[in-house]
């Protein structure tokens, strides 16, 4: 015990031995070899540690074992002191020192072998670069060839569904064609026959438009709305007004902006289409006992950056506590009194999803829906 | 509505056929409605016309379907512009059809054809057809 504390007392004593220059017979030659050549591993094994350091900083997230990194720049840290310190003993010959920091190195190093022992059998999994590069490469081609079977199938189904339609569609027209021949043949008067010939006539009109709304939902998803420009927002609006004027008016509707951002760069024929689709819903879905007003606002989020505009009406409103996401379903349709196809919705979700927005609702029964449009920008 | 001299139907379904015939004579729109089953047969019916010139004279109008056997509605429009670039000036074409095909819609505007036409002809639509003529 009195070796370990006169040890530790004495860390820096050099008075016990002489320094190595005085030390045996050292040739000028040998010593300065041994001195500078010390030096230099001393300097290398301190800058090691500082490239190190500097790769692991800028890539920490994604280096492999960064503990070992840690134990390795540590123990080449002390393997270069010891060096150090190997070379400053030829003039002040600090060996406690120097057995102190051979001590330390070793327990580092030990605790290397044992890290890297412990890290063996994922270390040899770890694939490297080149096998990373041959994996990606691999797998790139199988997605490729799949990708390029989905759209082949894609096509494929687009062929089918305009083929069945233009099949289905054909003698369906011939039906409309042939009663409306017929009606000009037949006797007039006839009450019962012309209910009949009005009701087979709006049967094949029921079954066309059936039709065409399959054909629309594939256009849909196929249309590539891609005429992406600055879009007046109002001025858009008051186009689709313009259009149904006559349906606008027939329900008295009152539209209102709040546009804090009057312009959003866009699809012209996807916003078009959804902004369509949403007005004529909060108009078609009006409340009896209120005049409809339908409040379009838009606001700028700089964050993302995104524009949001919002379409609210003060119309009669769903339950989503009960309906929820299915408000943007195919074929679903939550008033029965109403006509409708049950892909107005769906389509909007599908146009806007397809150029990286997105859409929410919020609704209150009786009292009106929002939807929020989020366009990215 | 406006009269047209002469009419020829393109379609291989004769149901269709009879519709359009029917109401082109029901309105007055022309008396001289012929119609052939596919586009083979109207590249015939046109060349007898085009040379001859006796019988009656080159439709004003032609309706013309699109998916037809033996030769389909584009392959007549193809083998029309090779042999008379200049169709366009001496009759009009409407392709009458009920495809909704965005590719068929396309590709029937690669030639120089009067309009798009979806089934089945009716009066309205044959109003604008023949106020459509000079």
Redesign the interface.
């Known amino acids: 015990m009195d070796q370990v504390s006169d040890f530790f007392s004495g860390l820096l004593s050099s008075s016990l031995w002489p320094a190595r220059w005085y030390c045996g017979v050292w040739t000028d030659f040998h010593g300065w070899l041994y001195i500078l050549s010390s030096f230099a591993i001393w300097a290398a094994y301190f800058l090691i540690p500082i490239i190190m350091f500097y790769v692991v900083v800028k890539r920490k997230a994604d280096l492999p074992f960064p503990h070992v990194i840690g134990f390795f720049i540590f123990f080449i840290l002390s393997c270069g002191i010891t060096h150090l310190i190997d070379a400053v003993v030829f003039w002040t010959p600090i060996y406690r020192l120097h057995a102190l920091f051979l001590f330390v190195t070793a327990i580092v190093s030990w605790f290397a072998v044992v890290y890297l022992y412990k890290i063996l059998p994922y270390a040899l999994t770890f694939t490297s670069p080149q096998e990373l590069e041959r994996v990606v490469e691999q797998r790139t081609t199988e997605l490729e060839k799949k990708n390029n079977d989905l759209t082949r199938l894609n096509k494929e189904m687009d062929n089918f569904v305009y083929t069945t339609s233009h099949d289905l569609k054909s003698p369906i027209n011939n039906i409309a064609g042939l009663v409306n021949i017929l009606k000009t043949e037949m006797p007039r008067g006839n009450v019962t026959v012309d209910e009949l010939l009005d009701r087979i006539d709006t049967s094949s009109s029921r079954a066309i438009k059936a039709i065409q709304n399959l054909t629309g939902i594939l256009k849909v998803h196929t249309e590539p709305y891609d005429d992406i420009e600055e879009i007046n927002i109002r001025s858009l609006v008051e186009e689709i007004l313009e259009e149904n004027n006559l349906f606008v008016k027939e329900n008295d509707a009152l539209i209102q902006y709040r546009l804090a951002q009057p312009s959003v760069l866009f699809s012209k024929t996807a916003l078009k289409s959804i902004l369509y689709n949403l007005i004529t819903n909060a108009i078609k879905y009006k409340s009896k006992d209120r005049k409809p007003v339908i409040v379009i606002s838009s606001s700028f989020v700089s964050k993302q950056p995104q524009v949001e505009i919002n379409v609210s009406d003060n119309g009669l409103g769903m339950d989503l506590e009960a309906y929820g996401d299915k408000v943007f379903g195919l074929f679903k349709r939550f008033h029965d009194h109403i006509e409708g196809s049950g892909i107005g919705l769906y389509s909007v979700r599908k146009i806007i999803e397809t150029k990286g927005g997105s859409i929410s609702v919020d609704s209150k029964v009786n009292q009106g829906t929002t939807f929020n449009l989020i366009l990215p920008q | 509505m406006k009269r047209l001299e002469s009419v020829l139907l393109v379609d291989d379904?004769p149901?269709?056929n009879f519709?359009?015939t029917?109401?082109l004579r029901?309105l007055h729109v022309s008396e001289d409605v012929h119609s052939v089953t596919n586009g083979k047969e109207a590249l015939l019916f046109l060349r007898e016309k085009a040379l001859i010139k006796t019988v009656t004279i080159f439709p004003e109008v032609i309706f013309l379907d699109l998916?037809m056997p033996v030769m389909d509605g584009f392959d007549f429009l193809e083998q029309l512009n090779m042999t008379l670039p200049t169709f366009a000036s001496v009759c009009k074409i409407y392709v009458l059809?009920?495809?909704?095909?965005?590719?068929?819609i396309d590709r029937c505007h690669s030639y120089e054809i009067a309009g798009y036409i979806s089934?089945?002809?009716?009066e309205e639509k044959l109003e604008l057809v023949a106020n459509a003529m000079e």
Do not use: A, R, Y
């Open positions: 379904d149901i269709c519709i359009s029917t109401l029901q998916n059809t009920s495809s909704e095909s965005p590719v068929d089934k089945p002809l009716t």
